[in-house]
């Protein structure tokens, strides 16, 4: 039987940086990933070049029922943080938008950022072993994998969520968490893109692939980014971050002219040019596709000068105003995020402990913090991977 100090069940982002911070304590350590590929989640995120933080992190990034438990965490171990190690590991990243911070060669960097890290900490990777069993013992706990039996003192759940499950999700946190006596909150897909009802795809079908920036609203939250029409529906920036806050039968309202007023807009452009085609005239600042395909499919047509005052109201209030009800989400299947999990009340917001079980911790995207899109999810993965880290 092999004994360490910490196991950390989950050789992804956060894992990682909760393995390398508990070595650096001087404690053994040992990291077990149950598929052949250390990481991979990180080598797929931000097109392969993961964003790996936001300057702009705050609390005010994350949806969780307590909106208070990220804050300690976040405070002690905040982006600057992140983009220090990232520098002194001399990778080079660039903010592409918004504050999000990329690699400019490859997310590889990053992974490789904390294998190093890990290292140098002295910590044990096994990749291909599953953990079969755990069982509270008098000061920690004893496993039954795949690679034989362990024991630790301290055993540290950073499983992940359910998104894309080829790539390795399992539920395997929550299962354990419930083990022990955890409450474990609904969770669904976040951060995923929309699909449409039949009617609607119709006609939106043939956009696919056309990006438009918009802002987006549901439930009191408001988005202004970028938008894609896809074969299946929506997608792009601003609509997986509002399908955070979305519900099965709620309607989205897309503002296709976030920065104009299109009202006052059109009039002048009726007294400067009164014989142009409303078309033609909206796809000087519009994809002409969809101009067509919105225009044909709202019924507006004619030159501007037969647009009476109260059309070119009704046409901006529709372009402004937009309400569309999708028929559902992409799932977990190409998800970025799951939202829900491990209800934060059972966990110590410093140290992400289990109030109910000494010992055991959960970090990382299985716990119910989900943050924006934007780097914020891997600043989670980070922030409590070192708060544990420096409590195991
Ligand atoms: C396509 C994609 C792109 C993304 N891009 C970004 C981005 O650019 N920026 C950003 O901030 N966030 C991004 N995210 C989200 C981000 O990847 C996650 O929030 C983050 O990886 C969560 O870290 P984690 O440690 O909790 O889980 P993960 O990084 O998912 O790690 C969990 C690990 O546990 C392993 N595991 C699961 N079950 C078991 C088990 N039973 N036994 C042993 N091991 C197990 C998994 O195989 C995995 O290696 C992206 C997500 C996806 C899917």
Redo the contacts with the bound molecule.
């Keep these: 039987m092999r004994d360490f100090d910490v196991i950390v ?7 990682l940086m909760c393995a390398a911070t508990a070595g650096y304590r001087g404690k053994s350590v040992l990291v ?4 052949r590929k ?5 080598l ?3 097109g392969g070049r ?2 790996f933080t936001n300057i702009h992190n705050s609390p005010a990034n994350f949806l969780s029922e307590n909106p208070h438990f990220c804050k300690s965490a976040l405070k002690r171990y905040p982006a600057t943080q992140f983009i220090e190690l990232v520098e002194r590991h001399g990778i080079e990243f660039h903010e592409k938008t918004l504050g999000q911070l990329f690699c400019n060669e490859s997310s590889k960097e990053i992974l490789q950022l904390l294998l190093t890290e890990c290292e140098w900490a002295g910590v044990e990777l096994v990749s291909e072993t ?2 079969e069993k755990i069982a509270a013992e008098a000061n920690g706990f004893h496993l039954l994998t795949s690679g034989g039996e362990m024991r630790c003192d301290s055993l540290v759940i ?3 969520g359910l ?2 499950p080829n790539g ?3 539920a ?1 946190a929550f299962d354990v968490a419930r083990q022990f006596g955890l409450k474990v909150l609904d969770t669904r897909a976040a951060l995923v893109p929309f699909t449409l009802q039949p009617a609607d795809l119709e006609y939106i079908k043939p956009l696919s692939g056309i990006a438009h920036p918009v802002s987006v609203s549901c439930n009191g939250t408001r988005f202004e980014e970028s938008m894609l029409f896809t074969h299946r529906g929506l997608s792009g920036p601003a609509i997986l971050q509002i399908s955070s806050y979305w519900n099965p039968g709620d309607s989205i309202e897309i503002d296709l002219f976030p920065d104009l007023n299109l009202e006052e807009w059109l009039k002048s452009q009726r007294d400067q040019r009164p014989k142009a085609e409303l078309k033609t005239v909206l796809s000087g600042v519009m994809s002409k596709r969809v101009v067509q395909t919105l225009c044909d499919h709202w019924k507006f047509d004619g030159t501007l000068a037969e647009l009476s005052n109260k059309r070119l109201a009704q046409i901006a209030e529709q372009f402004h105003h937009w309400q569309l009800k999708p028929s559902g989400m992409e799932g977990y299947r190409t998800a ?2 799951t939202l829900g999990g491990i209800d934060t009340d059972e966990l110590s917001s410093k140290t992400m402990e289990a109030k109910k079980q000494p010992g055991l911790f959960f970090i ?3 716990v119910d913090v989900t ?1 924006h899109l934007g ?4 600043q989670w ?1 980070w922030a409590s991977g070192v708060a544990a880290g420096q409590a195991v």
């Design positions: 069940i989950g050789g992804g982002a956060s894992g077990i990933e149950h598929t250390i990481g991979r989640k990180i797929m995120s931000g993961c964003n599953r953990v950073a499983t992940g998104s894309i390795g999700a399992t395997f970025e995020v990382g995207e299985c943050g780097g914020h999810n891997f993965a």
